[in-house]
């Protein structure tokens, strides 16, 4: 059983198009990461979020910690094809220095 | 740069001979992980080093996986008589661990390993 279960796997969409990713678990975080991996390379941090609720904005890219600390969710407005990637997201349950990964969304930006 | 960085890139190996795989944190540092991922998919964590204390090595695969961080900085992961079922690309990460840093990882570009 995964402990952090990310959805849509795969996403293809037309550029322009807005879009939303999940990571949901039935355990509580007390920090959770998103990660964007492009082909080649390694994984790359786009946020954390650590307080119940909170929202963060990164340019077209908004973050979202659910009130329980238990889900997340990454909203995209205005796809553009330089967002393709393999998003994943991380939590650490116990701030204790290591983290679960998920099994990542793969998203397909089309010009 | 002042990265992550992995040697080698790329290693093509038959199967049975063993390999070493190469991490240098970034510098303060004091966490670092090694992880596994196959085409497309998530990480498999492997094994995590942190500061002096013993490693957490639940996600090693079989004994044939090793590792080692020598004075707290470069590590080497090693696979003994390899296997066709090991051949994916191996990352490292390091993060600064400390209270406040909410164990934000930052990655090597990988290896990728290709067991004949």
């Known amino acids: 059983t995964q402990l952090l279960e990310q959805s849509p796997q795969f996403l293809s969409i037309q550029e322009g198009e807005n879009l939303t990713v999940y990571c949901n678990s039935s355990?509580?975080?007390?920090?959770l990461q998103w990660y964007r991996q492009e082909p080649g390379e390694g994984p790359v941090l786009l946020v954390t979020v650590v307080t119940g609720g909170e929202v963060k904005k990164l340019k077209r890219l908004t973050f979202q910690f659910g009130d329980a600390r238990k889900d997340s969710s990454l909203h995209i407005t205005a796809a553009q094809p330089g967002d393709t990637g393999l998003y994943l997201c991380a939590g650490d349950r116990t701030n204790a220095g290591k983290s679960t990964f998920g099994d990542g969304t793969t998203l397909t930006v089309k010009p | 740069g002042a990265g992550v960085s992995q040697s080698p890139s790329n290693k093509v190996t038959e199967k049975g001979k063993d390999v070493e795989l190469r991490c240098d944190p970034i510098?303060?540092?004091?966490?670092l992980y090694w992880y596994r991922q196959s085409l497309g998919q998530g990480l498999e964590f492997l094994i995590y080093?942190?500061?002096?204390?013993?490693?957490?090595k639940s996600g090693l695969p079989s004994d044939r996986f090793s590792a080692e961080r020598t004075g707290g900085s470069v590590s080497t992961l090693t696979i003994q008589r390899t296997q066709q079922e090991d051949s994916a690309v191996y990352l490292c990460?390091?993060?600064?661990?400390?209270?406040?840093?909410?164990?934000?990882?930052?990655f090597g570009p990988g290896t990728r390993l290709t067991v004949l």
């Open positions: 510098s303060g540092h004091t966490a």
């Open positions: 355990s509580v975080f007390s920090s």
């Open positions: 080093f942190q500061g002096n204390s013993a490693p957490d």
């Open positions: 990460a390091s993060s600064l661990a400390h209270a406040g840093s909410y164990n934000e990882q930052f």
